[in-house]
């Protein structure tokens, strides 16, 4: 059975950092690409990012490009993504998500992790 | 690349049919058959309901159906039941190697 679970969310103050974790298990990890999408509480859903398989492809969101960092780590089936210069409007609901094999389309999710950014 | 458009709210009564649309443009919607729909009931995570504009994944009920024509795609329920209440989003692949949602459509069965 596929399992997502993400960690690292919480309480951060503006312009600080937060990386947020995904533990996969139940595939093989390393043959697919994984994804992170976000849900400001109320909200509809927004991609994030996607990260290929072998670690080395990845695209962003225009919104967030230039602040969030995805990386993985195949040896520990975790997929992460770091969260630099956190704002107000970062706070959301961070889900990972497991690529399709060869399509588009997300086939599993975790249960989402809060991310709540405030003085 | 802005959100794909959908209608806010669509409702219908128990066993009656709903459509709900998803327009984007020919980078997206119109450019490729790699649309899905998502389910989300309240505090729940996503869940695929239909991929590759037409497909339904086991263990979805057949009351759920895709299709697309041009730069609008559509997701139909029949036989609406009381359990289909919940938000609804489209997702397309992008010319620009990105993905972009729909906006969401809250579902609501009389």
């Known amino acids: 059975e596929v399992q997502l679970v993400e960690s690292g969310g919480g309480l951060v103050q503006p312009g600080g950092s937060l990386r947020l974790s995904c533990a996969a298990s139940?595939?093989?990890?390393?043959?697919?690409?994984m994804h992170w999408v976000r849900q400001v509480p109320g909200k509809g859903l927004v991609w994030v990012s996607r990260i290929k398989g072998d670690g080395i492809n990845t695209n962003y969101a225009d919104s967030v490009k230039g602040r969030f960092t995805i990386s993985r780590d195949n040896a520990k089936n975790t997929v992460y993504l770091q969260i630099n210069s956190l704002r107000a409007e970062d706070t959301a609901v961070y889900y990972c998500a497991r690529g399709a094999w060869l399509s588009y389309y997300f086939d599993s999710w975790g249960q989402g992790t809060l991310v709540t950014v405030s003085s | 690349q802005s959100a794909l458009t959908q209608p806010a709210s669509v409702s219908g009564s128990p066993g009656q049919s709903i459509t709900i649309s998803c327009t984007g443009t020919?980078?997206?919607?119109?450019?490729?058959?790699?649309v899905s729909w998502y389910q989300q009931h309240p505090g729940k995570a996503p869940k695929l309901m239909i991929y590759?504009?037409?497909n339904r994944p086991s263990g979805v009920s057949n009351r759920f159906s895709g299709s697309k024509s041009g730069n609008t795609a559509s997701l139909t329920i029949s036989g609406l039941q009381a359990e289909d209440e919940a938000d609804y989003y489209c997702?397309?692949?992008?010319?620009?190697?990105?993905?972009?949602f729909g906006s969401g459509t809250q579902v609501t069965v009389l």
């Open positions: 020919s980078s997206d919607v119109g450019g490729y058959n790699f």
């Open positions: 997702i397309s692949w992008t010319s620009s190697s990105i993905y972009v």
């Open positions: 590759d504009v037409t």
């Open positions: 139940g595939f093989t990890f390393s043959n697919y690409w």
